[in-house]
Nanobody
Framework: QVLPVESGGGLVQAGGSLRLSCAAS????????MGWFRQAPGKERQFVAS?????????YYADSVKGRFTISRDDAKNTVYLQMNSLKPEDTAVYYC????????????WGQGTQVTVSS
């Protein structure tokens, strides 16, 4: 079991960058796949990115962020990152860090979220 805690959100102008961090307390961080979801006001929660183990770590991205966002992890620090570049107003949302045991089919652990606001 892990407990994700996000940080790094804030207000940024369009075209700018932010890096979100997610520190996961608990045991066996390296046994967990990690990811990010986001939810904008009045919209459904949507997948952003994930980093999963399948012999090696592989990364996956929503089409809307591909080429602009990068997910990474540091297992020595029990932390996953989301580097967000070339931000757009439509990236404005609450961003949630998520975790699941690598053998689980769904993300079982969710952080409380961090607000990202991109001004035009």
């Amino acid at each position: 079991q892990v407990l994700p805690v996000e940080s790094g959100g804030g207000l940024v102008q369009a075209g700018g960058s932010l890096r979100l961090s997610c520190a996961a307390s608990g045991q066996s961080f390296s046994m967990h796949d990690m990811g990010w979801f986001r939810q904008a006001p009045g919209k459904e929660r949507q997948f952003v990115a994930s980093i999963r183990w399948s012999g090696v770590y592989s990364t996956y991205y929503a089409d809307s962020v591909k080429g602009r966002f990068t997910i990474s992890r540091d297992d020595a620090k029990n932390t996953v990152y989301l580097q967000m570049n070339s931000l757009k107003p439509e990236d404005t949302a609450v961003y949630y860090c998520v975790a699941k045991n690598r053998y689980s089919s769904s993300y079982d652990y969710w952080g409380q979220g961090t607000q990202v606001t991109v001004s035009s």
